[in-house]
């Protein structure tokens, strides 16, 4: 006698409900670029979404009590000269997002706590480097500030945003990068290519520690860092038949796990929860969301269920875990784009008969809180991302706002502070960690640079040639006013002598009349 043996999983009956018609956002333009971007992101304040836009390129975001029908003259974020890719949400402060376009430009915009009254044009700072469009824009898990672009240029660029300046520049891709994802830690960066080929690389060095082919196909691929290390992967065969592998980082060229799904052409998007190890796999125009669960037992991706729905999806964005509803076993909820313009909200439920909080479905999760600065993690320092219990509910910690020193220019050797912005990231580490940006989360770096109003802000110079700068400039100004003196002298000299010059010109053009007059003839006069 043969019998069936289910494997044991919390997860396996997860089933997902999508919301009523007017609990979701209608009437959006969504952005109809050919871009394979997620068009979509979430955080637990806003939703965002790119959308059509005359004259350039622009994104709506949305509070998630604005459900409904969106009014067409809806506030947009509208900088950008060319359509907006790519958008994503900073982990850590959920006012700021960064946006990639076609103008070559990444732009970090600071969105206000109550959303949108009127169209946004002024980003808090534009990041240029790019020569072509930038398609992909990444935030480090765990560092503040750290910003990761990709570009048609086929350049990775990573960012400190609080300077404006670059940190890494990888140039060892050959053709476009179609995704990337920072491991755990963000110590180690997995990129795929349309060279077909997938590169684990130092984010730090640039420097390539292995790569592979990571699918046969010529279609866009894309891959994720899985938390416990491995990668997981989504692209084609050469049959266009599309496929999902898992594979581990010291060995990318044999993957422990490659499965055909089916013959669409839609690219896949492998979403991860790092809490529950689910990846769900959405297609771009397909009209389900298949969900599995990672394990460490063969066969390793396990299928779990497909949440059906009628229409096909144009893009879609996941929630993080803080946005999620703990009271009704709530593990993940998606934001689905469709063609016709409706955003539908879908939730993925655990069913559980208490009402209790569930310890082993939401074990301490992603916070919003930094580990490390982007002068640390650039250092050397390497930190798991913070995390925080949502035990009796997540409730959003209130940012301040995102602050930028830009580098200053050569000239300016030295500024005093209230006369001007104070200088960026200096060339010692100790100098950058002290000009550096923060997002002022609890206020502490507003209170310290108000305290320091009066301290003069160096950029490696000492007081005494500050001093010596000063008497210089003094000098300069007593030579001023003495040339300024002396050029009036001059004038009044000379307008002297061009009076009296005026004054006998008159007396020998007079005296020589009666001269003039005697010596006419009698007939004459």
């Known amino acids: 006698m043969s019998f069936r043996v289910v494997r044991s999983s919390k997860f396996r009956h997860v089933y997902g409900s999508a919301a009523k018609r007017e609990q979701c956002y209608d009437n959006i ?29 622009a994104f709506i975001v949305l509070n998630h009590k604005q459900v409904g029908r969106v009014n067409a003259d809806h506030a947009l974020v509208g900088g950008h000269k060319g359509p907006v890719l790519d958008i994503a949400w900073c982990p850590h402060n959920d006012n700021v997002i960064a946006s990639g376009s076609e103008d070559c430009v990444v732009k ?20 240029v480097y790019h020569q072509r469009r930038v398609g992909l824009v990444l935030w480090h898990p765990s560092a503040l500030n750290v910003l990761l672009t990709a570009g048609s240029d086929n350049q990775v660029v990573i960012w400190n945003v609080g300077t404006g300046e670059v940190l890494i520049q990888i140039d060892c891709h050959p053709d476009i990068v179609y995704s990337a994802c920072w491991n755990w830690d963000g110590s180690q960066l997995v ?24 699918h046969d196909g010529a279609k866009a691929t ?41 013959t669409s052409n839609g690219v896949m998007f492998p979403l991860y929860d790092p809490d529950t190890n689910l990846v769900f796999l959405c297609g771009k125009g397909d009209s389900v969301i ?36 703990v009271s009704t076993c709530e593990i993940s909820k998606f934001y689905r784009l469709n063609n016709s313009g409706l955003c539908q909200v879908i939730s993925f439920t655990v069913p559980r008969k208490s009402e209790l909080f569930q310890e082993d479905l939401y074990p ?71 000009t550096s940006v923060t997002n002022n989360g609890n206020g502490n770096a507003a209170d310290n640079s108000a305290n320091n109003n009066q301290q003069v802000v160096v950029s490696g110079i000492s007081e005494k040639e500050i001093k010596a700068i000063n008497d210089e400039i003094r ?44 010596s006419l003839a009698p007939d004459e006069v």
Not at 108 to 127: A, C, K, M, N, Y
Not at 489 to 512: F, G, P, S, Y
């Open 191 to 214: 990129t795929t290519c349309k060279d077909k080929k997938i590169r684990l690389i130092n984010p730090r060095t640039g420097e390539v520690e292995s790569e592979a082919l990571c």
């Open 290 to 325: 298949r969900y599995f669960e990672i394990t460490p037992e063969p066969p390793f991706v396990h299928y779990i269920n497909t949440f059906q729905t009628p229409d096909p999806q144009r893009g879609i964005g996941m929630m993080p875990k803080r946005g999620c509803d």
């Open 222 to 262: 894309r891959a994720i860092f899985l938390r416990h290390g491995l990668i997981f992967t989504t692209g084609f065969n050469r049959s266009s038949e599309r496929q999902y592998s898992l594979r581990a980082p010291d060995a990318l060229s044999e993957p422990i796990v490659m499965v055909e799904l089916d």
């Open 364 to 434: 301490d999760t992603l916070s919003d809180e930094a580990s490390i600065s982007a002068e640390d993690w650039f250092g050397g320092q390497d930190a798991d991302p913070s995390l925080i219990s949502l035990k009796g509910g997540y409730v959003s910690q209130s940012k301040g706002q995102l602050t930028v020193n830009k580098k200053p220019n050569v000239l300016n050797k030295a500024r005093i502070a209230g006369q001007g912005p104070a200088p960026a990231a200096a060339a010692t580490p100790a100098a950058a960690t002290a």
């Open 475 to 518: 000098k300069l100004k007593a030579v001023i006013v003495k040339q300024e003196n002396r050029i009036r002298a001059l004038e009044a000299h000379q307008k002297a002598q061009e009076a009296i010059a005026n004054e006998l010109l008159d007396e020998t053009d007079a005296a020589a009349a009666p001269e003039t007059a005697a």
């Open 29 to 57: 333009r969504v952005s109809k670029s050919s871009w394979d971007s997620t068009f979509c992101a979430v955080n637990p304040k806003f939703l965002a979404i790119i959308v059509e836009s005359a004259g350039g390129g």
């Open 108 to 127: 970090v915009w600071q969105i206000p706590e109550g959303g949108l009254s009127r169209t946004l044009t002024e980003p808090v700072v534009d990041l």
